[in-house]
C-alpha cells in the first residue's frame, strides 16, 4: 500500500490528475455547466483526433526525439483519400477510405524514418523539414482547398454512437462513431508495447541505444518502424478529422503538433526518451483539451487561451524535467509502465 | 563574368575561410549566375537588390538568433513571438505617449518604445536561457512553451487585433534608405551580423558558447558557469528578435501577434544551411548571413516566375534542408576518413 501511494506521488500523471480535478470542479463551482453530460461529451468529442496525434507524439518521443510531421501528413493522406473516393465515385464502406489514407501516411512516415535511421539526423529538423514538403505538395502541388466530402464518409461522420441533451440547457451534443477508433487504437498501441519485443524495443532504443543495440534489438528497424507507423496513425487522424467536421479543410491541421507535443510531455513522457505512459498521454491531451474547450466557461476571454496553454508546458515540464532528474540521481532505472 | 573576377579576387582569403562558408559563396554565385541570365531585366536591377535587402534583414536577424542559441547546444523556437511581443509592445507605448506629442517629445518617445521592446526582447530571452539553464529542461521543449506564452501574452495586451497607428517618422527605419541606396534595414541586419561575428570570435562570451554546445559536461569541468552563458546566449537571441520585430513594425506600419509564423521553419534552414550543426558547438555567423542573403535571393528569383505557385516555396526549403542536411553529412564523412587515413 505504502509502496503504491509512493509510485503514485513520484509520478507526473498523478499531477496532472489532480490537476483535472482542482480544474474542473473551479469550472463546475463557476458555471455549474462542466459536469453536465453534453459538456462530457463535447469534451470527449475534441479529444479524439488530439488523442491520436498524442499517440504519434508519445511513439516519436519514447523512441527517438519530437516528431513534427504529423499533422500535415494527417492533410495530405486525407486529402488523397478524399479525393481518391471523390474521383472515382466510390460509396462503399468508410474503411477503404482509412485503408487509402493509411497506405499514403505510411509512405510518408517511411520517408522520415528512413532518413533519419539512415543519416542519424535530429528527428525535429528532418520533420520540420518533411513537413514542409508535405504542405508543398498539397497546396502547390494538388491546390487543396475546401471540399465537400463523398456522401459515404459524410454519414459516417454524422453517424453517432451517443447523444446527449442538457436538460436544463437545451444544448446537445453528441459522440461520433470515430471514437472507437481511438479506443482500439490505444488498446493496440498497450498490447504491442507491452507484449512485444518490438514494442520492448521502442524503449529499450528510447532510454539507451548502445545497450539496446548490444541487447540484440535491431534498433535502426525499430526507429524506421516507429516513423513509419507515426505516418499510418497520423493518416487516421486526419480523416477521423476530415469526417467529423463534414468537409475537409486544408489548412484547419498545421500547428496542431505544439499542443500535442505539450499535452504528451506534460503527461510525463521524458523528452530524452524511454520513458513514458499511455495513461499519461490521455490525461495530458484531457488537461489541455479542458484548458482549450472550458475556459469560456468560467469567463476567461479566448485570448487569454495560449497564455495558459504557454504557462501549463513551461511549469508542467519544468516539474517534469526536476523531477526526472531526481530520479535519476536516486538511481533508478527507466521503466515502461503503463 | 563578374562573379568570377569576385572569386578570384578572394582566392587567398579563400584557403583561410571555412570550408563550408566557400561553399555556400559558390552556391550563392550560381543562384546569382542563374537569375542574371535567366531574367537579366528584373533581377540584375537596383530596385530588386534593394527589395532583397529590406526584406531578408526580419527574419535574417531572427536567424542569427536561432543560430547561436544552436551552436550552445539548444534552439529557440520563439523568437518570432518574441518579435510580435517586442513590436506589439512597442506600437502600444508609441500609440499611448507619441500619437499627439510635439515633434521633440515624439523623438524621446520613439526612443522609449525602441529601449522597452529591446528590454522585453532580453527579458524573454533570459526566461528561456533561465529555464534551459537552471531547470534542464530541453531547449525545444522550453521555447515551445514560452512561444506559447510569448504569443499568449502579445494577443492578450493587444486584445486580438493589429497594433497601428505609430508615429510616420518611424517608419523609415523600415522603408527607408541611406543615401537612398542601402536600405536601413539591411544595414540593420549587417551591423548586426559585424557584432556577433565579433562576440563569437574574439570574445570570451563566444568561445564559451562553442565550448558549452561542444561538450556541456566538459565545459562546467573546465570551470565555465554553463547557466551563465545560455542565459545569456538565449538573451542575445532574444535581443536580435526585439530589432526584427522593430523592423517589421517600422515596414508594416503594424504589429500582430500571430505575425511571420512560417519564419520559424525558414530560421532553422538558414541555420542549419548555414553550417551548423544542430547538435551544435560548429558553425558560425557569417555562414548564417549567407545563408539567409542564398534563401532571399532564391525567393526573390522564384517570385519572377509567376507560373510557380508560392506554395512550391514551402517544398522547395524542405527539400533544399534535407539535401543540405545530407550533402554537409558526406562531406564531413569524406572529412573524417581521410583525417584517419
Redesign the interface.
Known sequence: MKQTVKKLTSRAESYVFVIILVLSAVIQLRSGLFYSNNNIVDIVRSMIVPLIYALCAYLAFVSTG?DVSFPLIAALSSYLATEIALKTGYDGPVILVFIIAVFFGLLMGAVNGL?IVK?N??S???T??????????????F?ASRMDLPENMYNYGKASLLSVKNATTGLGSTLPTTFLIVVGLYIAAYLVLNHTMAGRGVFALGGDEVSAQRAGFNTKLIRFGVFTVNGGLAAIAGVCYTVMSLKYLPAEFA?GE??V??AV?LGGTR??GGFGTLTGCVLGTMLLTMVTNSLILVGIP?????????????IG??LS??SG?KRKSAGKGVAANV | MSSKTATGKKAGFFSRIDPNVSRLLVVFFIIFLFGSIAKTGSFLSMGNFQTIGKQLSEYGLMALGVGICMISGGIDLSTVYIANLCGISAALFMQKYATDAPAGTQMMVMTGAVLLALAIGAVCGAFNGLLVARFNIPAMLVTLGTYQLYMGIAIVISKGSTVSGIPKSFTIFGTGMLFGIIPYSFLVFLLTVVALSFLMRHTTLGTRIYLVGTNAKSAKFAGINNNIVLIKTYMISGLVSALAGLLSLSRLNSAKADFGSSYTMQCILIVVLGGVNPNGGSGNISGIAIGVVILQTLSSLLNMFPNISNYYRDFIWGAALIIILIANNLINARHTRKLSS
Not at chain 1, 514538403?133 to 498539397?138: E, F, K, N, T
Not at chain 1, 485570448?303 to 496553454?309: D, G, N, R, T
Open positions: 519530437p532518413i543519416f539526423f535530429p525535429l529538423i528532418v520540420l523539414a518533411t513537413s514542409s514538403m508535405y504542405s508543398g505538395i498539397l497546396f502547390g502541388v491546390e500547428g505544439m499542443v507535443i505539450a510531455i523528452m530524452s479566448v485570448y487569454f487561451q495560449k497564455v495558459f496553454i504557454g504557462a501549463f508546458i513551461v515540464t519544468a524535467a526536476s532528474r
